[in-house]
Structures are given as C-alpha cells and as structure tokens.
C-alpha cells in the first residue's frame, strides 16, 4: 500500500468514529465474559451480519437495543451431545443456553436427509457425526430409521462383522462424512459384536479423514472383565494406535464410582500427548432403549443394581423382573431411565477441570432441559464448586476447541470476541436456573432473558420470537481424500 492510500485512510478512519455506526443489535450495558481472553467486564456488544463486531465501554447505536444491564453476557452454549433434534427440543435448549446442540454421540442414519430436514427449520445450529452402529444395521440388512436412539439388541448388534461387512460400514462412514458429518459416532455398548479390530478400524478411518470418534465405551462397572476401566482403556488404546482424536462421552455414567480413575487415565493419556477428551451431565440417572443390548443378561450383575434401579419416565413406575423381561423382549425402543449413580459422584465429575458439560438430550429426561442451566444454578450459585468463568468455558470453548481441528467453522463458536459469531447469551445469575425434574422433564430453564443464534434474536426479554429458524448446519468441513 502505497503512503498515499495510508494517509487516505488515515483521513476516513478519522472523519467516521466508531460510535457512528449503527450495528444490527446491541447489547448494552452487560457483563461481558469471554473464557478464551479472560474478559470479565461491563461492556457493550454490537452486532452485525451475525457477527460480534464491537466490543466496548463507549455508547453504540443500534437498530435493534438489549438492555443487558445486571445480565451475564457470554458465548452461547455448545451441547456436543444432543439426540433429540425435534422442534420441541430445539426450543427447551435455546432457554437453557444452548445455541448449537449436535448429535455426536450415535450419530443420525442418514446424514443427508438430516441436514435436509433441518433446514430453514431449526431454532439452534445442528450437525451429527456417521452413525457406525446404523452403518452396522446397514451391513447386517436391518437398516435403522430416524430417529431412533440405538439398535434393539439383535444380530446387527451383537454378532461379529464379516471382512466384506466391515467394508460396507467403511464405505458407509466415508460416504456420510463426504455428506457433512462431523466426526464417527460409536456406541459400543450398544454393538457388543463389535470386535476390538473393527474398534481399531473405525478409529483408523476417523485418523484416516481428520475426524474425532465420539464414543460411549463398550461396558461399565467393577467387574472385570469387562469393566469401566477396560472400556475407557480401549478406545484410549484405539486412539494411541491409530492416531485418531476421541471424545468419551459421558464419563459419569460410563465409569459411575470409578469416574475419578477414568480421568485420570484421560488425563494420563492426554499427558503422552494424545487427543482425549471427555464429557459428563449433571444428573445423577442415565437414560436409555430398554431392548437395547446395554440390557443383555449380566447388566445388574455389572452395575451391582436390581431391577428396581430401572424408572420409566413420565409415569415414575420402577420396573420390576416381570415386568423388565417383558419390555427388553418387545421391539418397540421404550425408553428408561438406570439409576446406577450417586449425586455425589456427579458433582466430583462436574467439578473435574478436564470435564465439559453436554447434555446427552433425550425426550423425558430433565437432561434434554435443564442440563446448562443447572450447571449455573448448582454448581455456580448454590454450591460454589465452580467459578462462573470456569462454567461457561466447560459449555462454550471447550466444546468448540474439541470440535474446531477438524471443524473451522467452530473456530467463530465458544467465544464472545470481535470477529466471532453472534451466538450470544445474556442472562440473570441471580434466577438463572434449571426447573425439569424426572417428574416434569419438559419444563424450560429460567433466566435466559436474550438469545441470540447467528445474529438473530430469538429469545427477546425471556419470550421466544416465533416464526424465527437461525440455526444453522455446521460446516461446511474441508476433509481431505482418504488416503488408499
Ligand atoms: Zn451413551
């Protein structure tokens, strides 16, 4: 640029002060808290063209004016771990916070039709990882429907894939990645057949395309074999071998009482330099398909539980033998709730540096709620265990750095700075709170007063705006070609 051209700028830049311009909205008067930089101050925000464009103490003009006064402005929430994608619980996560919910831990059977039907008709950003155990439905001639939450136990799930069945799920993995999934979703639990070579296959192919495995490990609880730390040791084996990124889902219910020796061999392996993360939601019942084959005979001996540690939801009926038999025989997937945890062993997982919050959403649990909320209400307000600033960063950047390697597009999430998307939240911390109880799952949080997907408001004073689809996909991904 020539010293000409500088001193034209110069000129203009001097002749427009920033306070000029009028943004698409602005969040006046909030504190603003960013987990990357460390910000925790009273600023005001501007936004336009769905991103932040202005941070700053002077006044800003705007089209659109949020009084954020008193309010906790932050990066709206990162839920890697939602399954239910229905219109009903698009709306219950956009009043927890949550401004992108993905499906990674299964992941959806048919990627296309997924980002097909949720566009143009989301209220929060969405994306899903290549379903291996529905690539494994497919291999086995039983391909699975949407939306289904895992396979009902059966051949597909439980017997050993032949060489020219493995090759199909290959094909199939590569072909929902070329269509925009995010990473390989593996439930192994739920495709017990699944051996540890075809384990150790699926994590290549994820190497192989620079994609995370997202993975509920294939058993939990004390007994060896077979046991939490066998399961974890595994796919931390799997990762070590192959090179793949690997996210372990939900750490609290997969490792239960052993869920302080599971982080530490994650963070044993991340200490030899592997990429190994994991997550865990603040509740202390799982839930699951009761004919899944998580329930194939030796569970209770597993988990050292009765039938009575099985609630469905809605009705609070625990089960009891006659009636568990009857329900893991039928094909219809009911869903169940497995009391199999202590509050106390959640709070310790919670409160863990290495844990990020996400939720595992499904319809009937108060998890697909108040997951976000809650993490505000309990473990920043009442109980004191984590800081505010360590809250958001376990739902909004730590989510988004797990995700931005293979994903740019996570590169704008997670963050409230310039230059970063408009996926904002501001809320009250003093009402903040979760309000689902395993009684009435479907009642939204409290204390979001302004959400705000890509630029567009959709929580406005703590009424939802109707009519209002900002979510988006996330990506596109740049994959490389598969290596021969
Ligand atoms: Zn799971």
Known sequence: MSLQSLLLLALLAAAMPASSETYDIVLSGGRVMDPETGMDAIRNVGITNGRIAKITTEALQGRQLLDAHGLVVAPGFIDLHQHAQDAASGRLKAFD???????????VPDVTEFLHRKQGRSLIHYGTTASHPAARALAFGTPLKDPFLVAPSGPSTNDAASDEQLRVIENRLHAELDAGALGIGMGIQYTPGATRLEVIRMFRLAAERRVPVFTHVRSFGRLEPGSSIEAVSEVIGAAAITGASLQIVHVNSSCLADAPICLSLIAGARARGL?????????????????SALFDPGWREKLGVDY???????????????????????????????????QQMVDTVIAAPLVMIASDGEDGHPRNAGTFTRILKRYVRERGSLTLMDAIRKMSLMPALRLERSTPAARGKGRLQEGADADVIAFDPQSVGDRATYQAPREPSVGMKFVIVGGAVLIDRGALVPDRFPGRAIGPIQHPAPSP
């Open 275 to 291: 990429d190994v993360t994991t997550e865990a939601y603040p509740y202390e019942a799982g839930m699951t398909t009761i004919n």
């Open 97 to 107: 916070g949550v401004t992108t919910g993905l499906e990674m831990e299964i992941g």
């Open 308 to 342: 009575g540690a099985l609630q469905l939801p809605d009705t609070g009926e625990r089960l009891t033998k006659e009636r568990f038999e009857k329900l893991h025989a039928a094909p219809e997937a009911v869903p169940v709730m497995l009391f199999a945890n202590t």
